[in-house]
C-alpha cells in the first residue's frame, strides 16, 4: 500500500507516547497552514514494518522527514509556511 497523498503522512500505532506527542504538533501546524495530514497504522500494510523501530515516522510530501519526534519549525519550514 502506498502512503496516503495527504501533505504530511504520519506512521504511528496505537498507544504509543511518541505519536501522541507528535500528532498534537501536527494537528497544530496544519490547523495554521491549511495543508492535509493523515496517520496510517503500522499494522496496516506489511510495507510498514520497516518503520517498527523508528515510530512515529512523518513524511512530507510522499519523502520521509522525521522520525520519533517531530520538530515544530522545521515541519513548518518543509510546509514553505
Same mark, same amino acid.
Given at each position: 500500500?502506498? %502512503?496516503?497523498?495527504? &501533505? ?9 507516547? %511518541?505519536?501522541? $506527542? ?10 495554521? #497552514? ?6 496510517? !497504522?503500522?499494522?496496516?500494510?506489511? /510495507?510498514?514494518?520497516? @518503520? #517498527? ?5 512523518? !513524511?512530507?510530501?510522499?519523502? $520521509?522527514?522525521? @522520525? ?5 519549525? &522545521? %515541519? &513548518? #519550514? /518543509? %510546509?514553505? &509556511?
Amino acid at each position: 500500500m502506498p %502512503l496516503p497523498s495527504s &501533505r504530511v503522512v504520519m506512521i504511528g500505532k496505537p498507544g504509543c507516547h %511518541l505519536c501522541d $506527542q507528535a500528532r498534537s504538533v501536527i494537528e497544530r501546524v496544519v490547523a495554521e #497552514t491549511g495543508d492535509s495530514f493523515e496517520e496510517v !497504522f503500522l499494522d496496516s500494510d506489511p /510495507a510498514f514494518v520497516r @518503520y #517498527t523501530e523508528e515510530i512515529p515516522v512523518t !513524511f512530507v510530501d510522499g519523502r $520521509q522527514h522525521d @522520525y520519533w519526534r517531530v520538530d515544530e519549525g &522545521r %515541519l &513548518r #519550514t /518543509a %510546509l514553505g &509556511r
